[in-house]
């Protein structure tokens, strides 16, 4: 992954009733316009669907920009709000789950499936979900943390296939830190969240919900397909 710090933003659409109340002409033409202006908003944008997945959204949006400069994330935020605004009546935010990258200080260097935000997306599958650690595991030591985490980190490494990007949170969202993986096996990924739930860290975590699961939409589909 680039050694800059890169802020990755999710964001969790669902279309109105007044869209569905379209007829179909009308609904291809707003939801292609409003797809064709989100790469609008940021350097990396990827879409994928969350109907079916959940009840509570039909597409979920990955943005990703760089931070070179201090004005990076407000310029980011801005343009988000402007791509929005033509479709916000048949459109709306359901959530967004967003951080920034920082170098890990449990893991040594880079991991080797660690996601790069800014490349071209090639597995179907994308899981996100907020991530909060109890206060009673900030009273260890990093030495102990990290401890810990090397066990974590371990049976992560024994499922191939799947990788991982963490974002940094605290602060600047209600959880912590924002965790996304992708994978081509849903089934793979859900064993591995079962390994994970075995280890000693597990005890320290607060709250990992809610998950959003989606499909990656390609950039060929057409129409309405995608929702």
Known sequence: MD???ILSHFSVFAFN?????LPEEGRVEIAQAWRS????MADSVHLYRTGGTRTDGDVL???SIPTEDDQAPANFFEKFLEVQRPYRSYIHVVDVLWGLTRPSQYARGSADREIDPMVERSLPYLIVYPFVKTHEWYQHSVEERR????????????HEGIDQ???????????????????????AFSALVVDLRMTEAR??????????????VSPGDKGTDWL
């Open 147 to 158: 401890r810990m985490m090397t066990g974590h980190i371990r049976i992560g490494k024994q």
């Open 165 to 187: 990007l963490l974002l940094y949170s605290t602060g600047l969202q209600d959880q912590e830190f924002v965790v996304a993986y992708e994978t081509a096996d849903l089934s």
């Open 61 to 63: 949006v990955w943005s």
């Open 3 to 5: 050694s800059r710090s």
């Open 17 to 21: 009733s007044s869209f569905w109340a």
């Open 203 to 216: 005890l320290y975590t607060e709250r990992d919900t809610p998950v959003y699961v989606g499909v990656h």
């Open 37 to 40: 202006a989100l790469p609008e």
